[in-house]
């Protein structure tokens, strides 16, 4: 999509740290860290948020595939890591493309509201 920050990324035009990548499903360093681990992990295919996915389409299971794998070459498998993905206005998406925080590499805040 024109003018996507994440599709632009995904083709090339700016560049990431790439983590891991599958024929649908890219994963790279965040450009802001929150904490020693923090990548986003993302459809390479532009959907808005969580809830403009197709029934149809089984990316979310292509993604749960890209968490474990991110998990392990980041070496956060064993020790825990957590996923988040930000919906809309009230929960601070800045990106209008869908992704997945994964956050590891410390002992994590929670509740984190
Ligand atoms: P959101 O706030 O939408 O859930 O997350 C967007 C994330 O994208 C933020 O954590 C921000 O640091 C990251 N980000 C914004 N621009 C870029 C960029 O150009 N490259 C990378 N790698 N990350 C970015
Ligand atoms: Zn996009």
């Known amino acids: 999509m024109e003018d996507c920050l994440f599709c632009k990324i995904v083709g090339g035009e ?7 990548e599958t024929q649908r499903v890219l994963a790279f360093k965040d ?18 948020d969580i809830l403009s996915i197709p029934r149809e389409d089984d990316i979310l299971s292509e993604i749960k595939e890209a968490i ?7 070496g956060v498998k064993e020790s825990g890591f957590r996923v988040v993905t ?8 800045s990106v209008a493309h869908l992704h997945f925080h994964l956050f590891g590499g410390k002992v994590l805040a929670w509740p984190a509201l």
């Not at 450009?31 to 459809?43: C, E, F, K, R």
């Not at 474990?68 to 980041?74: L, T």
């Not at 930000?86 to 998406?93: D, K, L, P, S």
């Open 68 to 74: 474990e794998k991110v998990a392990e070459i980041c």
């Open 31 to 48: 450009i802001n860290p929150q904490a020693p681990v923090h990548i986003l992990i993302i459809p390479k295919e532009h959907y808005k």
């Open 14 to 20: 700016i560049p990431s740290q790439k983590v891991y």
């Open 86 to 93: 930000n919906c809309g206005e009230n929960a601070g998406q």
